[in-house]
C-alpha cells in the first residue's frame, strides 16, 4: 500500500475516534511509525488531509454504489447492499455532523454525494418497478422526500443513543417499514 494510501486509511480511523478537529497529526504519525514530514509531503495541511480523505470517501462511496447498481440482483437485494454498504474510506455519521460543523466547502460535496445516492435509488427503484417488485403507482417524489428525512434521522446520535439503536439497526428498521408497511396482511382484507 502506498503511503499516501496508508496516511488516508489512518486518518479515517483517528478521525472515527476523536473527530476531525480532535485528532492531531503527531497521532497520526506516531501511529503510522513516520515523521510529520512524510504526511507533510502528501498533503500540504491538516484541513487539506481531511478534504482529501472526504475526496476519497466521496469516490470511493460513488464507484461502490455504481458497482451495486451494475450487480446481477433484484432490486429489494440492490436496495440493502446500498444501505449496507461499507467502503475503505468511509463517512461516518460522527464524521459528517464535524463536517457540517466545521468544513462547509466539504460539506457541499457531501451533499452532492447525497444526490448521486438518490440518482441510484431512483434507477434502483425503476428496477424495481419493471421487475414488478414496486408499485409503479408510488409517489416516487414522496418517497425520495421521506427517504431523505430518513436519513437526517441517522445523523441524529442523542436520538439513535436514546432509542439504543445503531445507525445499521435504525437503517434497517425504517427499511422494514418503508418496504412493508405498518398494517397486518389481515387488516389489509378487512
Known amino acids: 500500500m502506498e503511503t499516501r494510501d496508508r496516511i488516508l486509511e489512518a486518518t479515517g480511523k483517528l478521525v472515527k475516534q476523536y473527530g476531525p478537529k480532535k485528532f492531531t497529526v503527531d497521532e497520526l504519525a506516531a501511529g503510522l511509525k513516520i515523521s510529520k514530514k512524510t504526511i507533510y509531503q502528501q498533503f500540504s495541511s491538516k484541513e487539506n488531509l481531511i478534504a482529501c480523505y472526504i475526496a476519497s470517501a466521496i469516490a470511493c462511496n460513488e464507484e461502490g454504489d455504481e458497482a451495486i447498481l451494475?450487480?446481477?440482483?433484484?432490486?429489494?437485494?440492490?436496495?440493502?447492499?446500498?444501505?449496507?454498504?461499507?467502503?475503505?474510506?468511509?463517512?461516518?455519521?460522527?464524521?459528517?455532523?464535524?463536517?457540517r460543523q466545521y468544513y462547509p466547502e466539504q460539506w457541499e460535496k457531501v451533499e452532492e454525494l447525497k444526490h448521486f445516492k438518490f440518482k441510484i435509488f431512483r434507477q434502483v427503484?425503476?428496477?424495481?418497478?419493471t421487475e414488478g417488485l414496486f408499485k409503479p403507482e408510488v409517489n416516487w417524489t414522496i418517497l425520495n422526500r421521506m427517504i431523505k428525512e430518513?436519513?437526517?434521522?441517522?445523523?441524529?446520535?442523542?436520538?439513535?443513543?436514546?432509542?439504543?439503536?445503531?445507525?445499521?439497526?435504525?437503517?434497517?428498521?425504517?427499511?422494514?417499514i418503508l418496504f412493508f408497511g405498518i398494517v397486518k396482511e389481515k387488516a389489509k382484507t378487512e
Do not use: C
Open 125 to 129: 427503484a425503476q428496477q424495481g418497478i
Open 70 to 99: 451494475a450487480a446481477p440482483v433484484d432490486a429489494i437485494k440492490k436496495l440493502r447492499m446500498l444501505v449496507h454498504a461499507t467502503h475503505t474510506y468511509p463517512l461516518p455519521v460522527s464524521l459528517l455532523q464535524d463536517i
Open 150 to 176: 430518513m436519513s437526517n434521522m441517522y445523523m441524529d446520535f442523542p436520538f439513535l443513543m436514546e432509542q439504543g439503536m445503531t445507525v445499521g439497526k435504525s437503517i434497517d428498521a425504517s427499511l422494514d
